[in-house]
C-alpha cells in the first residue's frame, strides 16, 4: 500500500492530522468473502481514481477537499476475523475521539462490525443506516459472528437499524429482521415517500454503512456479490442528501469495492460518492470557506456565483 499518496492529490498542508477535519482509515481486509475476491485491492483503486477527479462539486458549489482529509495508517491486522474486527474498532474510536469526522473504506463488509461499535459508543441513540444488496444479518456464519454475512447483526440488537435497497438474505434472517425498517429494493419504484418515511424513523446521529452491491451491477459491476436490481446513481444521492440536510450523520463507511483491471468506471463511481458524500456533509463549512477567499485567489466557482452569494448576504 502506498502510504506517502494524499487524498485526490490535495496539497500536504491539508493532508495532516493536525490540519485536516476528516479522517479516512482504509481497512484493506478480505478475509471472509465468500465468492469473489479483491476487496482487499478496493482503497488503492479508489484512491487512484479519486487523484483523477475534478475537485469542484457543481452540485454543491463547493470544494469540500478544503477541510483537510487525513489518511490514517491501513489496519492490516488478519490474523482472524476477531482480532480484525477488534483493530478497526479501537482504529476507529481513537481518531473519533480526537474530534475528526471519521470515514472509512474497505475491504469486505465484516470490517463494519468495528466501525459500528465504534460509533456506537461514541454517539447516543445512534442509527445506523445501512445500504445494501444483502441484508447481513445472520448471528454467525462459517463458525464466525465476525463474517460479512454478519456484518449488521450486532447492529440490529444493539442500535436503530434502517435497511436500504435489500434484495437477497436467508429466511433466518427474517426472524431478526425489523420489517418496518426495511425498504426492500423491489418496492422502492412503486413508493414514492420511502425516503421521506425512512428519514422519519431515523434518530439525530446517524452512521452510514454502504456495501457498493447496493447499486445495480449496470453501474457497480465490481464488487463481490453483485446483485441485479439495484439502487441507480441520482436516486441513492438524492437519498443520501436528505440524511446529511435533515440528520447528524456522525461517520461512514464504503465497503465492498473488488476493482477490475479492465474497467476503471467502478472505481470512479466510488471516488466520486465518497467526496459526493463529503460535499453534503461540509456543504455550510465549506460554502463558508469559499466566501472568505481572496477575491484575487484562483477558484474554480465562477464570479457569477460568487456575485449571488455576495447579493444574498446583502439581502439578510
Keep these: 500500500m502506498n502510504l506517502h499518496k494524499n487524498y485526490a492529490g490535495i496539497p500536504d498542508d491539508l493532508a495532516t492530522l493536525d490540519q485536516a477535519n476528516i479522517v479516512l482509515i482504509s481497512v484493506p481486509y478480505d478475509g471472509t468473502s465468500t465468492w469473489q475476491k479483491g476487496a482487499n485491492n478496493g482503497f488503492e483503486a479508489f484512491l487512484e481514481a479519486s487523484e483523477n477527479m ?12 478544503q477541510q483537510g482529509v487525513f489518511i490514517t495508517p491501513p489496519v492490516l491486522e488478519d490474523r482472524s476475523p476477531e482480532q480484525m474486527v477488534e483493530a ?34 461514541s454517539f447516543p441513540n445512534l442509527t445506523v443506516l445501512h445500504l445494501d444488496a444483502h441484508a447481513d444479518l445472520r448471528k454467525e456464519y462459517n463458525g464466525s459472528s465476525c463474517n460479512h454475512a454478519c456484518a449488521v447483526f450486532e447492529a440490529s440488537q444493539q442500535t436503530n437499524l434502517i435497511q436500504v435497497g435489500i434484495r437477497s438474505m436467508d429466511a433466518s434472517e427474517l426472524t431478526v429482521m425489523d420489517h418496518d425498517k426495511v425498504y426492500f429494493a423491489h418496492e422502492l419504484l412503486d413508493d414514492d415517500y ?10 439525530e446521529n446517524v452512521f452510514i454503512s454502504l456495501d457498493l452491491d447496493v447499486f445495480d451491477p449496470s453501474i457497480m459491476p465490481s464488487t463481490g456479490t453483485p446483485e441485479p436490481g439495484g439502487m441507480l446513481w441520482y436516486e ?3 437519498f443520501l442528501k436528505k440524511v446529511f440536510e435533515e440528520r447528524n450523520v ?54 457569477a456565483t460568487k456575485i449571488e452569494k455576495l447579493k444574498d448576504q446583502d439581502d439578510d
Excluded at 452540485?59 to 477537499?65: D, I, K, L, P, S
Excluded at 474530534?99 to 461499535?117: A, D, L, P, Q
Design 88 to 121: 478497526v474498532h479501537e482504529t476507529v474510536k481513537k481518531y473519533i475521539q480526537k474530534k475528526k469526522f471519521v470515514t472509512i473504506f474497505g475491504g469486505e463488509h465484516s470490517i463494519s462490525i468495528g466501525t459500528i461499535r465504534a460509533f456506537n459508543e
Design 194 to 203: 420511502w425516503m421521506d418515511n425512512a428519514l422519519a424513523q431515523m434518530t
Design 236 to 238: 441513492t444521492l438524492s
Design 54 to 65: 475534478e475537485l469542484y462539486d457543481i452540485e454543491t458549489e463547493t470544494e469540500v477537499y
Design 250 to 303: 456522525v461517520g461512514f463507511d464504503i465497503v465492498e469495492l473488488c476493482p477490475n483491471a479492465h474497467n476503471k468506471a467502478p472505481d470512479f463511481l466510488v471516488a466520486k460518492l465518497y467526496y459526493k458524500m463529503l460535499s453534503y456533509k461540509f456543504l455550510e463549512a465549506s460554502k463558508q470557506i469559499d466566501f472568505e477567499e481572496e477575491s484575487d485567489a484562483p477558484s474554480t466557482v465562477s464570479r
